[in-house]
């Protein structure tokens, strides 16, 4: 295992690395945080330890496939800050991850757990690796891995993993497994795992449920009224896309389209989300829905709605995109899907950006209340968690709102400056020595 703290490791950054930072994805999530310090006035010494993660873990992982070749991955664990808690986010299991996404991914969920004050910092984890390109055991023998590399830096005290992009509460439930073999019996070490296996009620539909009650507040104080009758449309259909669809449409909206992947369906009148569900479950295409219009995917965030939901990937909502959005408002279910260019245009233009910092925290939250009910050995019923769950999602918007309305800045901007003060008072309050 290789472990280093930042930042050493970028002295060796050749020029074309440099280059290539300037628009990655932590450079991005920094461009946001620095527009918040503009507001904040700190000094540049507590600048650099607010953008900085506090560590960087890559590892190296071998597994024997199941036709008995050998095969490497890399994997990382970026630990950004724990001044308010245990360092607290998901697991990516993506061909795409690299160092730099998990660095911005990391600090995301610092400025989050602050946002939706849980007593948590911020961390993040991925796997360079394809995951439908694996079987079940070999997935299984990677996570294990993953466990056996990084068990010394992660722990119900110090760092609790969670389920991300391309993995899930099985992930979750062999995680815990291996680190219990080490550790002795230890659930609360990752969230997200099966119910049945000390999982949470609620925490598999907690980041689209969390979603939606964060539209329902914004809607409320933009003065555009309810969910009722209003027009989604969503980029993303896997764990935080199919919930926030599903119950959009529990509250009265009409999901006139959604996309993944490979595909994307349209239906003016709204898409029957339950009976798309079932469809995707039963290993269909989306495409292939036959009570909807099979549409390019690439056309989805132009689509005109009244709100557009990005629950996929970074970055889709950018220079040359943002241009053609045609909706309202703009629910950042994923982290990161707008860059900062995209947010420009989007501003100019009116529509309004509910953050990926305040929006998707619902996720982490109900985390944390498994989290709460691991060090417990208890359960509360899923009626509990989520009405503590909208308790949540409804503070945390009142105090965004009010930020925004006194400062007169986005609601990106004023989750941030929430978001930096909570942690900047825990930074000073605990000392630097
Ligand atoms: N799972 C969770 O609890 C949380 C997830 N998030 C964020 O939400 C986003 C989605 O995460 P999950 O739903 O968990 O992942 P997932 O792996 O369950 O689903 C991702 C979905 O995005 C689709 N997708 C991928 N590339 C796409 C593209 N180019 N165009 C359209 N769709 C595409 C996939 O086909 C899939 O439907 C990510 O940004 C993640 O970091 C944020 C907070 C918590
Ligand atoms: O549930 C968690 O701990 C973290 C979820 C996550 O990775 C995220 O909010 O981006």
Known sequence: MRAWRTPPCLTSLRHSDLQKRQNSASANTNYFIKEALKELEYPQKLQRLLL?????????LVITKDNGEI??????????????????????YHPKVDLDDVRSLASLMTWKTAVMDIPFGGAKGGISVDPKLL??????????????????????????????????????????DEYSKFSGFSPGVVTGKPVHLHGSYGREAATGRGTVFATREML???????????KFVIQGFGNVGSWAAEIFEEHGGKVIAVSDAFGAVYNENGLDIKALRRHIADGDLLSAFSEGEAIDKDTILSIPCDVLVPAAIEGVINADTAGQVDAKYVVEAANGPTT??????????GIVVLPDIYT??????????????????????????????????????????????????????????????????????????
């Open 52 to 60: 900085t993660p506090q560590r960087e873990v890559l590892v190296e």
């Open 71 to 92: 095969e490497t991955f890399n994997a990382y664990r970026v630990q950004h800050d724990d001044s308010r808690g245990p360092y607290k986010g998901g697991l990516r």
């Open 135 to 176: 079987s079940e055991r070999e997935l299984e023998k990677l996570t294990r891995k993953l466990v056996q590399a990084i068990k010394d830096t992660i722990g119900p005290q110090v760092d609790i993993p969670a389920p991300d992009v391309g993995s899930n509460a099985s992930v979750m439930a062999w995680f815990f």
């Open 220 to 230: 409320k104080a933009t003065g555009a009224g309810s969910i009722t009758d209003k």
């Open 340 to 349: 900062p260019e995209g947010d420009k245009i989007l501003r100019e233009r």
């Open 360 to 433: 998707n925290g619902g996720g982490v939250t109900v985390s944390f209340f498994e989290w709460v009910q691991n060090l417990q050995n208890f359960r509360w019923e899923e009626e509990e968690v989520n009405k503590r769950l909208d308790l949540k999602m409804t503070e945390a918007f009142a105090q965004i709102w009010e930020i925004s309305r006194q400062k007169k800045l986005p609601l990106r901007t004023a989750a941030f400056v929430k978001a930096l003060q909570s942690v900047t008072r825990a930074h000073l309050h605990r000392g630097f020595d």
